[in-house]
């Protein structure tokens, strides 16, 4: 499993025709997309494991119409690095709520280990996220995310916007988890920029200066330093 076995490139199946490596090239590049980012999110439904009431239900895209949400896809239960950052952003939760922000984790296992993963491990204890199932690979398909060598998924995060639009994502190889303070904070940025017009300069963080690229475009074009030292933006 690439959780334990490292970040070695995935191989390309070996002895088959010219014709058929051509077709497994085709249907690769047709379905690992380089980017959703500004795309329509892909609709799915799903069973799922809701933590927080401790029971089965259904998920389904049409269930976070018209707000922001976030789709987290891990590996796999009962390995090392996904409870980290599934009770990362666990901890972090009341703060995506007050935001308005829908959180939902994905992997390939079914709900039925969903559950058990949950309840036996001391990292997931009160969580309150759902937990999408996807033992088909459908979803993560969809994403561009199923690793099916492994019939995993990669570390995708996928966030989306009210209009139903992928603003950002970031996917990486199994090995490393990700940082939810900058998840969080790049989920702020995008919500001011969204609301204001005004655009985020690099590590942006509420109360810090923005770029008001919506008023002051000529003035800036060229000019940016005039509005915003390095030391502003690195501190």
């Known amino acids: 499993m690439a959780?334990?076995?490292g970040s070695k490139p995935i191989e390309e199946t070996q002895n088959v025709s010219e014709e058929e490596n051509?077709?497994?090239r085709e249907t690769k590049e047709n379905r690992m997309s380089s980017s959703l980012v500004l795309r329509k999110a892909p609709e799915f439904a799903m069973d799922a494991f809701d933590a927080k009431t401790g029971h089965y239900t259904n998920v389904k895209s049409e269930d976070y119409a018209g707000k922001w949400y976030v789709v987290c896809f891990y590996p796999a239960d009962f390995t090392f690095v996904c409870p980290t950052e599934i009770a990362a952003?666990?901890?972090?939760?009341?703060e995506?709520?007050?935001?308005?922000?829908e959180i939902l984790a994905v992997s390939t296992d079914t709900k039925f280990s969903h559950k058990r993963f949950v309840e036996t491990e001391p990292l997931l204890k009160d969580l309150k996220l759902t937990i999408g199932a996807d033992p088909t690979g459908t979803v993560s398909r969809a994403f561009g995310v199923m690793i099916e060598e492994e019939g995993i998924a990669l570390r995708g995060r996928f966030l989306i916007n009210p209009e139903g639009t992928v603003v950002a994502q970031e996917v990486q190889a199994p090995m490393v988890g990700r940082n939810v303070n900058e998840f969080l904070r790049q989920v702020r940025a995008w919500q001011h920029a969204e609301k204001?017009?005004?655009?985020?300069?690099?590590?942006w963080q509420p109360g810090k200066k923005t770029l008001p690229?919506?008023?002051d475009v000529e003035e800036m074009t060229g000019r940016v330093g005039d509005y915003i030292t390095i030391e502003?933006?690195?501190?």
């Open 89 to 94: 952003m666990n901890a972090k939760y009341d």
């Open 22 to 24: 051509n077709k497994n």
């Open 96 to 101: 995506f709520q007050e935001m308005g922000v």
């Open 232 to 235: 502003e933006i690195m501190s």
């Open 196 to 203: 204001t017009g005004e655009v985020c300069p690099a590590g």
């Open 3 to 5: 959780c334990d076995t």
């Open 213 to 215: 690229v919506n008023t």
